[in-house]
């Protein structure tokens, strides 16, 4: 991982000179958390009232239990499916660049796939809908050793992502090779790793230090949270390199809510790029480009929010943010807690703020 400086992050810095911008100090969010979030909870919750209040965090639980190390509010968990997320806003911030376009074929980049592979545009991957076989799920079936595996993208795709495609955008399939394909077209766009170009496009520009890329034996790394089963035992999956772009960073709480800061309140993306984003593209899902918009009523009315969550092994995480105005509410927990679980305690955080 390269090493970033940064002195104030740029989402901070254009935060802080919003007009009237002041930081208003907890607003009586840790009682909040303390009402909504269960008493048994293991990992990081996170509350803000809007862009120019402050970060409430709440650690609790252990990251470690072997050796009864405590969260804190700084503990680093992966993030799962998080991860399409930060790979849509990177190939945003591309197609800015006028290097990526989402509706080209992406036989542009990959020629060595078959016709009917692709004629498919990186819209579709992004959205889950473009109609290939989810081909690195049906090799884990038959060798689980393939888990390990460490290739890269552009090899893995054309060993995975070549099968029967039928017509892109009429089925939906949440499918990991759709999203080692885009990392493929990534590097063969960049001519550098998938993973470089996140980091040089979305996490040093947010100003982000706690947020990369897991590789193998990430759970013994200083700082991070380890994931468990309700029951107490490990439940840590590999990260091999080849599915980076849709489940293998990890991040913390503010590094999170930082990102998002960066994507909706600086120039990092063209307003387009943000349209993209907000653009539904599934609607029986919710889906538009690596996360969802999900529409949560408050006493104020509704409020349409980016809604990115993740699941990796044991780890669990939720990030609700609004774009208006920099609303958000994080989870991150290592201990299998069940998603609908905790996507009802984040959406309960959220209704609470008004």
């Not at 990251?63 to 790979?87: P, V």
């Not at 078959?114 to 809908?129: C, E, K």
Request: glycine content about 8%; proline content about 5%.
């Amino acid at each position: 991982m390269r090493f970033r400086l940064s002195l104030l992050a740029p989402a901070a810095l254009a935060l802080s000179l919003l007009p009237g911008c002041a930081v208003v100090a907890k607003l009586s969010t840790e009682p909040l958390i303390e009402q909504h979030a269960p008493k048994d909870y293991s990992g990081v919750v996170g509350v803000r009232a809007d862009a120019r209040s402050t970060l409430v965090l709440r650690a609790s639980g252990l990251a470690l239990r072997e050796e009864a190390q405590a969260n804190t509010r700084d503990t680093r968990f992966m993030i799962g499916s998080m991860s399409k997320w930060i790979t849509a806003v990177t190939v945003l911030r591309l197609a800015d660049m006028g290097k990526l376009d989402l509706d080209a074929p992406i036989a542009r980049h990959l020629p060595e796939l078959p016709a009917a592979n692709g004629a498919v545009t990186l819209r579709q991957l992004m959205s889950n809908r473009s109609g290939i076989p989810n081909g690195l799920s049906e090799a884990l079936k038959k060798d689980k050793a393939i888990e390990n595996l460490e290739i890269g993208p552009v090899a893995a795709a054309l060993r995975f992502g070549a099968g029967t495609a039928t017509a892109p955008g009429e089925r939906w399939d949440y499918s990991v090779t759709n999203w080692v394909l885009v990392a493929a077209v990534v590097e063969r766009a960049t001519r550098e790793p998938f993973t470089e170009t996140v980091e040089e496009l979305v996490l040093a520009p947010a100003g982000v230090r706690d947020t990369s890329f897991g590789a193998t034996g990430y759970e013994d790394a200083v700082g991070m949270a380890v994931a468990y089963t309700a029951s107490g035992a490990r439940k840590v999956p590999a990260a091999p390199p080849m599915v980076a772009a849709s489940g293998t960073m990890y991040s913390t709480a503010r590094d999170l809510v930082a990102i998002a800061d960066s994507v909706y309140f600086t120039k990092l993306l063209s307003d387009k790029a943000r349209r993209e984003l907000a653009t539904v593209q599934v609607a029986s899902e919710d889906y538009a480009l690596g996360a969802r918009v999900k529409t949560v009523t408050t006493k104020k009315g509704a409020r349409h929010l980016l809604w990115s969550t993740g699941a990796f092994g044991g780890y669990k995480s939720v990030l609700a943010y609004d774009p208006a105005d920099g609303r958000a509410v994080v989870l991150l927990n290592n201990t299998d807690m069940p998603q609908p679980e905790q996507g009802k305690v984040a959406t309960a955080l959220f209704q609470s703020l008004d």
